[in-house]
């Protein structure tokens, strides 16, 4: 499911917003109403609020969740 070759643009610490995230051309490659729902369910983290209309992800959260999709597949 995770794009390995993705992993090398995140950045060390902080947040990535969805965009970096999802899509074709995201780290991992599903849509934005799958995330979401895989948010409700359990499957993604929760992002955080960093401002009134803004929402990001934890780096820390989107590699734990990377590492669990590949230790999945192994």
Not at 2 to 27: D, K, Y
Not at 31 to 44: E, H, L, M, Q, V
Not at 55 to 61: E, F, G, K, L, P
Request: hydrophobic share 40%.
């Amino acid at each position: 499911m995770a794009n390995a070759q993705g992993v090398g643009i995140l950045p060390e610490t902080g947040f990535v917003r969805l965009h970096a995230i999802v899509g074709p051309t995201g780290i991992i490659p599903v849509s934005r109403s799958t995330w979401y729902a895989g948010i409700k369910d359990g499957r993604y983290p929760k992002p955080v609020r960093i401002g009134q209309r803004i929402s990001a992800w934890r780096v820390d959260d989107i590699r734990a969740l990377i590492e669990r999709c590949e230790q999945a597949q192994a």
